[in-house]
């Protein structure tokens, strides 16, 4: 069985910066897509940025391109989402996800194609 563990998340000041991990375990990391979404009190969870098994395709939600990078170490099982110039707005629960590859990074965005989850961990960025 898949299992997912994050860590990272913090209180930290507007326009500091945060380094999400999420660890994988229980299967071939390789055969799986991984994504990171994020839900704030109130608010439905939110797409934030995904890869692709190989790494060499992230994708990324409009609202945090060019401050989020995803990647992933294949070596180690982890995907990771640094946070740059956090906002108020990025106040939230952040969750992993795995997704078993298809073969295409189509639909990447969509939660329905994430199978497993993790707990959370939760980033608060204070203005």
């Known amino acids: 069985q898949v299992q997912l563990v994050e860590s990272g998340g913090g209180l930290v000041q507007a326009g500091d910066s945060l380094r999400l991990s999420c660890v994988f375990s229980g299967d071939t990391f390789m055969d799986y897509h991984m994504g990171w979404f994020r839900q704030a009190p109130g608010r439905a969870r939110e797409f934030v940025a995904a890869i692709t098994p190989s790494g060499r395709t992230p994708i990324y939600a409009g609202s945090v391109k060019g401050r989020f990078t995803i990647a992933r170490d294949n070596a180690k099982n982890t995907v990771f989402l640094q946070i740059d110039k956090l906002e108020p707005v990025d106040t939230a629960g952040y969750y992993c996800?795995?997704?078993?590859?298809?073969?295409?990074?189509?639909?990447?965005?969509?939660?329905?194609?994430?199978?497993?989850w993790g707990q959370g961990t939760q980033v608060t960025a204070s203005s």
């Open positions: 996800a795995a997704g078993e590859w298809r073969g295409s990074s189509l639909g990447l965005s969509n939660a329905a194609n994430y199978g497993f």
